[in-house]
Structure formats: C-alpha cells, structure tokens
C-alpha cells in the first residue's frame, strides 16, 4: 500500500470512530418526551441525576439535595414513577407519583408535576421545588419535626410500674412582674418542702438580672406531688409562673432513679451529633436504662414533614412552616427488669443512711434477678456507680482468692501465719491497724481478713488460677447488653502485683454489681448469672453487642464452680460475722447472715484513702454495699448493710 493510500486510510478511520461517537453521545439523548420523563423519575428515584435529561445536572443535583437534606435518616424515598405526561397551554409537564416512608414502613405518596422543555431534537427536564412537591415554593425545603408517640413503660417483678410518664409542674419567673423579695420568698418554700431540693437564692437572683425583661427565667421543675406540697406557699407570689408538662418520672422521687435513668426533650448538642438520627421534638434517653434501652422505650419515633420557605425571604418574622404529612404517632414497647419494689425501696433507704457517695446491689442467688440497685450521693444526683463504677474491691476480693486456694488444696483447718507485714518482691504489706494473729487457721485468717496471709499464699496460686476463681463466682460475666460493667482480673506474672491481686489491690477492679454476684454465686453453690432486663428486649440487646463483654483473664464460658468449695466459703464467710469483722451483723433477725468486709485502698496520697465494702448474703438474698472514700469496711459499710437486712427482714 502506498504512503498516500496509508494517510487516507488513517483518516477514514478517524472519520468512523468520530461518527460512532457521535451517533453514541445522539441515542443517548432524549428524543421523545417519555423517554425524558423516564430518565428523569429513575433518576430522581435513586436520588443521583446523573443522566443527560437535565439541563444543568449539578444545580439540578444542588436543589435537590437541599429540598430533602432534612428528611435524612428518618423518611426514606421508596420510588418515583411517571404516571402521564400532559401538554396544555404550550407547556408540557410529566405527572410524578412520589413514594416516601417512614422508619416504620407507612408510606407518604403524593403528585407533583416536572417541566419538560424540547430544544430541537431533544427533550429536557427542568428540576424546580415544585416538582419534588407541589407546596414547595421557590427557595423552599422539606422540614421535619418529630412526632412522637408515649414513651414505653419501666416495669419491674410483678409487672409494677417502676417509670412511666407522669405530671410535672414547671415553675418559672418573670423579671418584670417580680416584687422586692419574692426570689428570696420562692426559693425559701421550695428548698423547705421539697426534701433534698437545694437552690441557691444568689444564683437566681443573678439569673433574673441576665435575663431580658420579658424573658420567662425557669427556676424548677417539680413532680406533681411534690409541687402540692409547696403550693400553698409560692402560688401567690408575684412574678411567679406555672405551667403544666409530662415528663417521664420514677414511681416515687429518687426510686433507682440513678439506674432507671432519665429521658426529656433533644437538645441542639444531640440532633448536631447525632446525623440525622435525632431531630428537634425527639425524647431521648439521657442516663440509664433509659438511654441503654432507648429505642425500645421511645417506639419507631414517628415524624411531621413540612414545606420550610426560602429562609432569605422570611419577611422579618419566622419562616412559614405548611404541614404536608404526619406519620402515624406509635408508642414505644414496655421494658421488663426484675427489680422490686420492696426490696429496692429498702436498698434506697439503706444507701441514703451513708455519710459519703454509697451503692447497694442485691441479687437473689436462687436465679440471678436483680431485685435492686441503689446510689446515693450526699451532693446531689448520684451517677449509676452501682453498675458502672470500677474499683478496686479490696478484702472482699478474698471471697475469689480465698476460693482459688481451696481449689489449689488449701483447707480452711491449715495453719497459715498472719504477722504485721510481709515482704513480697521488695514490696512490704501489712495488716489494718497493725494487727497480728499469729499462726492461725485459714479460716480465722480469712474471718480477721489477714492481709499478710493472702499475700504470702500468692506463691500457692497463680493469677490464672486466681482469674479462674473470679469467673467461677460469675464476676466476669458480660452485662454490657445492659450496659454494665463487671470485674477485671488481669493475671498478671509479676510477683507484686500477684500479691496485691489476692487482697483485690493491684490491677483488679470490680464494680458493686460484680461483687454482689460473687456472693450470690457462693450462696447458690454455681455461677450466678445477673439478670436486670428479661424478655426481647434483653435478646435484642446481646445481638447488637457485637458480644463484647468485660471478660479480662477470662477467656471463653467460665469454668464451673465446685459446689463444696462454695459451701466451704459460706462457712467461712458465716465465721466472719460470728467472730470476725462484721460482728455489727450478728443480731440481725431471719435467717443466719453471711458476709465478708472490704477496706480497698486507692489514690497516691500517704496514707491511702480506702472505699468501704461488704458482701454477704442472708437466706436467699445476696447484697453488696460500697461507700466511697468510707474508710474501713466495718465502719462504713457494714452499717448499710445493716440497715437493708433490717428492712428486708
């Protein structure tokens, strides 16, 4: 071939693909109307307009975009259809059905009418507000309030209402109508008789200052009851306003208020956070159960939609808002716990008789229900330290090192010697107060809670042998489907660490919870399994865990509890109250009380301060108390103790 038959060659062959292009880029135009309106719906459906159909794609893309940001995660698009396609008075438009549904699957469907525009061969969609909804107008978007339905129930054993939705009274001033001393009078009635109730006059006053003349300044919100009891003495004060509300309350004020938890209103913080989950009207669980359990609690969270106009032509007032579809309110499912009334009342009273931050948890062994969890704070509103607090258990830790020397063949009869101090590592450990007992049995050790003899047994154990006996007693269980925390036993190599292990020092900590398990468990004679939630909605809880627990030194199910072993600690921990330290306990009337103290230090500062703790048990019903910062066990805590067995007798 030629060089000149080689160059035309080469430009027909240009000339081709350039026409294959072409005719491309031509089929892939819309060259009738209902081709275009396709285009446009399939496109609209998948919420990408990524087709040739729109004059500009990316302002088209723009506008929608904004038009449906805030239906976001709560009204899904389901499809858009082309249902005719008209032409009157020069303009032709495709008719859209629209279907959207909510995060309970009822459905919003309307109509709305899409320009088309033909220029030459070819037809164009023309995306305006309108056509994504015939109420929108230039400038407008698609807004969302939540609608929500009542908020499920907190029910404990017998089905008793333990929270529920209830009447509150909100109590607020209104600067320009208050007289001289009516702060002074209101704050006065209101700390006088609502128990507990501590506002400070000086703070308000300074309040009532900042706030703008017209501005409502809130002061308090008050369960029913309680504002019937200092009605009488602010109703009539000047300046001073009421309006009634609903909020969701315990069944009496403070009633395991710190665990139930506690819902109300988003605020700006939780919808920013949340992406789209939450928006303005949402109640949200804050604390608690109430958080853990939230979407049980509050339902499929039902919504309002509305058309929000152009936001830079709200004519000097507020946006204009035009509903367009409320979904169906429905309420949130009950959640079933196994708290009791009577005996969570009696573990309230019992912790609030604290000097310092207190918790009591009680389980019955006989199946693992936890009949009630306490918190008590001296300072105000106590935080779930009963479930959620880690500490280190100190000599109630001896209850599991104690069991893991039984296990290695230590008998409760051998002599094992309890000088002041012991040196381990080059680490020296003493007993409280100084105490020497000498060469004495193991029991009598373990009754006098001798550190020395703990620590220099370490050499009999290992701290796998001594993780092992924790997770016999249940203390590494996993309750983070309720969102609590058990124990932490690292086994750990290091020989002073070991030793601080067997007096529950070192690296191990525990929560209240965990503790009250592993006398439960000595009582029932097998791992005791806590249970606070029963029914799905504890099911649901595990699957979604991801199966995280706080299993540390424990590796797979726990090994099982010898039954001999258990009932020889229960002896031994029955000799603590008759002869050791928890003699405080012995007149306590019923069955024979069980118990062992704890005195856990912690901190840097010389001496250490010390948490308070007993675990024991009486007939059926095992307990654990801690009292922050309480010093010994014995002083602290056993008379909590105390005061819950008394009740529950």
């Known amino acids: 071939m030629s060089k000149k038959s080689r160059v035309w060659l080469a430009v027909a062959l240009v000339l081709v693909l350039l026409l294959g292009a072409g005719v491309f880029a031509l089929f892939r135009l819309p060259m009738t109307k209902s081709s275009a309106a396709e285009a446009a719906a399939n496109d609209l459906a998948e919420e990408q307009l990524n087709s040739d159909v729109w004059h500009q794609k990316d302002l088209a893309q723009s506008l929608f975009d904004r038009v449906t940001k805030a239906l976001g995660k709560r009204v899904d698009l389901r499809s858009v259809t082309v249902d005719d396609i008209t032409e009157a008075e020069g303009r032709t438009v ?16 309307y109509s709305s009418q899409l320009p088309l525009e033909k220029n030459g061969l070819f037809w164009w969609a023309d995306l305006t507000e309108q056509a994504v909804h015939p109420k929108l107008g230039k400038g407008g978007r698609f807004a969302l309030r939540a609608n929500p339905g009542g908020r499920g129930k907190i029910l404990g054993a017998d089905g008793e209402v333990l929270m529920a939705e209830g009447k509150v009274i909100d109590i607020g001033v209104h600067p320009n109508r208050l007289e001289p001393d009516t702060i002074g009078r209101l704050v006065s009635g209101l700390n006088d008789g609502v128990d507990s109730l501590d506002l400070d ?16 300044v809130p002061v308090v919100t008050l369960r029913e009851d309680d504002y019937r009891s200092v009605k009488s003495a602010i109703h009539d004060l000047p300046g001073v306003l009421f309006s009634e509300d609903t909020q969701t309350l315990t069944r009496s004020r403070g009633f395991a208020q710190a665990t139930l938890g506690s819902a109300g209103p988003a605020s700006a913080e939780d919808i920013e956070n949340s992406e789209g989950e939450i928006i303005a009207g949402d109640i949200v669980g804050r604390t608690g159960l109430q958080k853990t359990f939230d979407s049980r609690l509050s339902g499929p969270g039902s919504v309002e939609v509305f058309a929000k ?4 032509d709200d004519k000097g007032g507020k946006t204009k808002l035009t509903s367009l579809h409320a979904f169906e309110s429905q309420d949130g499912e009950d959640l079933e716990t196994t708290l009791d009334v009577d005996i969570q009342t009696a573990a309230d009273d019992a912790a609030a008789t604290a ?3 207190a918790a009591v948890v009680a389980i019955r062994p006989s199946d693992g229900q936890v009949l009630a969890v306490a918190n008590h704070d001296p300072a105000g509103a106590a935080w779930d330290r009963a479930l959620s607090g880690q500490y280190p258990p100190g000599s109630v830790f001896k209850i599991a090192s104690g069991l893991a020397l039984l296990d290695a063949g230590v008998k409760p009869a051998d002599d094992i010697d309890c000088p002041k101090t012991v040196n381990i590592g080059g680490k020296s450990f003493k007993n409280a107060e100084d105490e020497v007992l000498g060469t004495v049995s193991f029991a009598d050790d373990f009754a006098h809670s001798c550190n020395t003899a703990f620590v220099s047994s370490s050499e009999k154990v290992t701290g796998d042998e001594v993780a092992e006996a924790a997770a016999q007693l249940g203390m590494l269980g996993d309750t983070s489907a309720i969102g609590a925390k058990m124990a932490s036993v690292p086994a750990d190599d ?11 020092q070192g690296k191990v900590q525990a929560s209240p919870l965990a503790v009250a398990t592993m006398a439960a468990s000595v009582e029932a ?7 606070l939630v029963l029914g799905e909605a504890l099911d649901e809880a595990k699957s979604g865990d991801g199966g995280q627990g706080a299993k540390d030194g424990s590796d797979g199910d726990a090994p099982t509890l010898d039954a001999d072993a258990a009932k020889e600690i229960s002896t031994m921990m029955r000799t603590v109250v008759t002869e050791g330290t928890a003699t405080a306990l012995k007149d306590i009337p019923g069955d024979p009380v069980h118990g062992k103290t704890g005195t856990a230090e912690y901190g840097e500062e010389t001496p250490p301060r010390t948490h308070s703790w007993f675990a024991g048990f009486q007939g059926d019903l095992a307990v654990a108390v801690l009292v922050e910062d309480g010093g010994f066990g014995a002083e602290a805590a056993v008379p909590v103790a105390h005061e819950f067995f008394d009740s529950v007798s």
């Open 494 to 504: 290091d020989e002073v660490t070991h030793a601080a292990q067997m007096i529950g």
């Open 201 to 216: 006059a000086a703070d308000l006053e300074k309040s009532v200052d900042d706030a703008a003349g017209n501005q409502l």
């Open 309 to 312: 106009g152009d936001p830079t």
């Open 525 to 531: 004679g097998e791992t005791v399994d806590p249970q």
């Open 355 to 357: 000097k310092k931050p």
């Open 94 to 109: 495709a008719t859209l059905d629209w279907s959207w549904a909510n995060n309970g699957g009822e459905s919003w469907e």
